[in-house]
């Protein structure tokens, strides 16, 4: 089995902690070689279709093709963390932690999406809970988005939900 999701700074949206998201963007990247490792290798087991193995191997950049773009979700492929995020690495965080929730929203239902039938509900389930960060797979409360307690409404205040609204039109081509 592959590892899970690294450990990420409570609160990662907003707490602007520097060093902090510097060695969770540094775990992460050792996280997303042995995962797409385990994933498009022979250890990779029949429980995982490759539906569904074919578009997160493109989304975590171990495949060239664009087949996550028949499904309509927020899905892009992992960030270029050293061109793009300016040296500041809490919004480099925030940007691998924005392609993670697209990842989780993507898995959450796809199975149950027209036309996506290949794709089964607890493949979706298993890869879902290897992408939650590791100490916040207890917590029955976060929000699988943005990784906050949720409170009532949460719809509202979820940063990841803020984002999306602020930019209507998915990053498909990065
Ligand atoms: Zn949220």
Redesign the pocket.
Known sequence: MPNQFPEVPRNPFWSGDQEGSRRALAAIERWRTSFAGWLGGSERDDGISEALATPLLELMRALPGETYLQYPYRLERFPELSTADGGDPAEALRRVLLWRAGVVDFLSDVWDTLGATDIGVEECQRISSLLTPVGMERSSNL?P??L?EQQER?FDA????ASWRSSPTPSSTA
């Open positions: 929000c988005l943005c906050a949460h979820c940063a990841v939900q």
